[in-house]
C-alpha cells in the first residue's frame, strides 16, 4: 500500500514537473538584431472602443495643404493614402493629415529603418508602429497578433486605461510595458474594435 502511494505520489510530482517547464518556455530569446522571437500564442483580445479611457490630453492635428509631388498614391476600400517618406496622408476637406494606414493597405517597399519581428513562423516588418508581412512581391499592412513584443512604441502611442489597468495604444492595437529578458519591452495584449 505504501508502495503505491509513494509511486502514485511520484507520477503526480513529475506530471506537475514537466507542465511547470513546458509552460516556461513560451517565448524564446530574441536574436543579435533585435528580431525578437515569441512562440504562437492563441489569446485574442478585442476591447469595444466604448470602454477605452484616454489618459493623454487630445494633441493637436497638424494639416498640411498639399503632399509633395513624389507622393505615391495607394487605393484602399476606396480611399485613397499618400505615401511619402515613410509617411500616409489623407485628404480630408482639401487638407492632408498624417495617418496610420488600415490593415490591407500594400506597398511594394518597406520603411527605411523598419525592425524585423518574429512571431511563431511569421515575420513581421515594424516600422513607427504599423505591422507589414510580406506577400509575394508586396508587403501588406496587418494588425499583429497578441503576444508579439516590440521595444519601442511609436511616437502618436496614446496612454489609455481599460478595466483598471495602464496601456498604450496606436493605430487600435492595445500594448502593454512588460519588462523582457531584463530590458523594456511592449507587448499586445489585444485591439480595439
Known amino acids: 500500500m505504501k508502495n503505491t502511494i509513494r509511486t502514485f505520489g511520484l507520477f503526480s510530482f513529475m506530471i506537475l514537473a514537466f507542465s511547470f517547464s513546458g509552460n516556461a518556455q513560451t517565448r524564446s530569446t530574441k536574436s543579435k538584431s533585435k528580431t525578437v522571437v515569441v512562440k504562437t500564442s492563441t489569446r485574442s483580445r478585442v476591447v469595444p472602443r466604448k ?37 500616409y496622408y ?46 509575394q512581391n508586396e508587403y501588406e499592412v496587418v494588425a499583429p497578433e497578441v503576444g508579439t513584443i516590440v521595444y519601442e512604441l511609436p511616437d502618436g502611442a496614446e496612454k489609455v486605461e481599460i478595466d483598471g489597468t495602464i496601456l498604450y495604444e496606436y493605430n487600435d492595437v492595445l500594448y502593454e510595458k512588460i519588462q523582457y529578458e531584463g530590458t523594456r519591452a511592449y507587448e499586445v495584449v489585444g485591439m480595439i474594435e
Open 51 to 87: 470602454t477605452v479611457v484616454y489618459k493623454t490630453p487630445k494633441k493637436k492635428v497638424t494639416t498640411y495643404r498639399s503632399v509633395p509631388t513624389n507622393a505615391k498614391v495607394i487605393k484602399h476600400n476606396n480611399q485613397n493614402y499618400y505615401y511619402t517618406n515613410n509617411k
Open 90 to 135: 489623407r485628404n480630408y476637406n482639401g487638407r492632408y493629415i498624417a495617418v496610420a494606414p488600415r490593415a490591407g493597405v500594400r506597398v511594394t517597399n518597406l520603411p527605411t529603418g523598419f525592425r524585423r519581428v518574429k512571431f511563431g513562423t511569421r515575420n513581421y516588418y515594424n516600422y513607427d508602429g504599423v505591422f507589414y508581412i510580406q506577400i
